[in-house]
């Protein structure tokens, strides 16, 4: 649609240098069918009232030949309003192009790392994991449809204390195996899948390390516990439809030295210094509440000392953009990365965190908490077998992921308008029905179907949805908030059911059948181009 770039010719015209022009649906039809706050957003510019700017952009905006009527609303909102014949005229743009219309090269080829999951390999993906999981992969789809080079990372705590505590754990169980006492660690992990890994080692390595000191055996142990773990989270996401370009290892990180060249740059920056035995880097000139510890006293290296490292690492890698996706227990560390891409000599705008809260898993409105398995928690693994990939992660992408998330199974599992998935599918399989039952002749060249016998309320509003994916699409990239597609997608499938209950597509006048089955095919269209970047099925029939 060509709004947002009449409104910036308008305001070349009377002297102003456009910032991003906001394009928003009203929820009120009487608002308009677009309303747009440029005039509040450029007032302390053009140093005018911002109903005053408001009036002045209205009068070009009547001029021109696509909108029936401008408003002026409130404080300044530009309230707009389209002409049938401007809808008709995009509506067969979408048909004839589909992939150009419904897709904006807004990144232009820049790079982007989106770094997601990054689950500690110490036990089984929990939907905490599962909604992360999400979250990233269609953020990482909408930005490539975007125009944007991503590329998909996941990173391996595999150094540290967690990792010691789950090679231990699997050597106790090991022990415990061969009726040989070794007490369990305090902090260890207790779920059922030590006790398979366990059972996996005596089968492989017999008594081979029976009677030894876990010090002496710790890395095998460990390298055994944490590749088994990946194997499982890997096979977990791809069950899941997410998949990663790149593993990067702490361990790594150490081996290669990756950490030490890290370090030694901010050290002759003079941003890490000796104190009390231990290495400090100074967080507070940057913003953040204190100095952090790298190194301890001990000689020991804290979680930051890699996570410093990590990201110098990112950055050497030459990406245009940053983005990472944490629990939102993180979110106390965000002034502490942000001051490390400073210390690095990057703008903290580099860096975009967003936080994943965690999911309550209810059961016909019951908390569910235990898992067999995992012994703490119920894992991705079982929600997903129970109600499949499609499901669980439409629902996890229903709300914004910093907001808390209830997760019913015996309503996920429901065939009904309930069911948020399904609702949206069901949507999509009936239109392939319609298509299926419709004749030849009638399907053939839409895009040159007389669009104007669509003037009924339920066919306008549902043409504006459709065209509408557009602006959605583009607040989504810039906002990085892949939930308003699935938003947007409940919100046309459920116009389309209203529209598809109240008119015949099939069994009118020819003309009018094939206007409706064009616009049948475009919500076709646009439900199958959001449902790509979700990662969700589009199925033919239900």
């Not at 990663?244 to 702490?250: A, L």
Request: glycine share 6%; charged share 30%; net charge negative.
């Amino acid at each position: 649609m060509q709004i947002r770039k009449e409104l910036e010719e308008i305001l070349k015209e009377i002297g102003v240098k456009a910032p991003f022009i906001e394009l928003e649906v009203p929820r009120v039809n009487s608002h308009g069918d677009i309303s747009t706050p440029v005039a509040m957003m450029i007032a302390r510019q053009v140093k005018k009232p911002p109903r005053e700017i408001a009036e002045q952009i209205s009068k070009h905006l009547c001029c021109l030949s696509a909108y029936e009527r401008v408003e002026v609303a409130g404080p300044g909102f530009i309230n707009i309003f389209f002409k049938p014949e401007y809808l008709y005229e995009q509506l067969k743009k979408l048909l004839i192009s589909p992939e150009e219309t419904l897709r904006m090269n807004i990144g232009n080829g820049q790079s982007i790392q989106i770094e997601f999951v990054s689950a500690n390999p110490t036990g089984p993906l929990h939907l905490g994991h599962g909604r992360g999981a999400a979250v990233g992969a269609a953020l990482s789809n909408l930005l490539e449809k975007a125009g944007y080079s991503v590329e998909r990372e996941f990173y391996i705590n595999d150094a540290g204390r967690q990792v010691w505590l789950l090679g231990e754990s699997v050597f106790a169980r090991y022990c415990e195996t061969f009726g040989v006492d070794y007490p369990f660690p305090e902090e260890g992990y207790r779920g059922e899948y030590i006790k398979e890994i366990a059972n996996e080692l005596k089968e492989e390595v017999a008594e081979e390390y029976i009677n030894r000191r876990y010090d002496e055996v710790a890395e095998f142990f460990i390298d055994y516990g944490v590749n088994r773990m990946l194997q499982w989270i890997r096979r977990d996401l791809e069950e899941f439809g997410v998949f990663f370009d790149r593993w990067q290892s702490e361990k790594t990180l150490y081996n290669e030295g990756i950490v030490q060249k890290c370090h030694e740059e901010l050290r002759k920056k003079g941003y890490l210094y000796d104190k009390d035995g231990a290495v400090w880097f100074r967080a507070t000139e940057f913003g953040d509440d204190k100095d952090r510890v790298v190194i301890k006293s001990d000689g020991s290296p804290t979680y930051f000392a890699s996570d410093i490292a990590y990201h110098w690492y990112k950055l050497q890698r030459g990406f245009d953009q940053l983005v990472n996706i944490w629990g939102a227990d993180h979110h106390g560390y965000i002034p502490r990365i942000k001051a490390v891409i400073k210390a690095l000599g990057q703008s903290e705008e580099k860096l975009h965190i967003l936080l994943v809260q965690m999911v309550n898993l209810l059961r016909a409105g019951r908390p569910v908490q235990m898992s067999k398995r995992a012994g703490e928690f119920i894992t991705l693994r079982e929600v997903i077998e129970e109600v499949g990939s499609d499901i669980t992660k439409f629902i996890f992408l229903t709300r914004r992921p910093d907001s808390h998330l209830d997760f019913d199974i015996e309503v996920a599992k429901k065939e009904s308008s309930e069911n948020p998935v399904y609702y949206v599918q069901y949507a999509y399989a009936r239109i392939n029905s319609i298509f299926r039952n419709a004749e030849e002749e009638l399907l053939k060249d839409l895009e040159k179907s007389d669009l104007t016998l669509l003037r009924q309320d339920e066919e306008l509003t549902l043409i504006k949805k459709t065209l509408f994916y557009m602006i959605m699409f583009e607040g989504a990239v810039r906002e990085l908030e892949p939930h308003r597609v699935t938003f947007y997608l409940q919100e046309l499938a459920k116009l389309f059911h209203s529209f598809y209950t109240k008119h015949r597509v099939l069994g009118n006048k020819t003309e009018l059948s094939r206007a409706r089955l064009a616009l049948c095919k475009a919500v076709f269209m646009v439900l199958r181009e959001g449902l790509s970047i979700l990662g969700v099925t589009a199925p033919e029939k239900m």
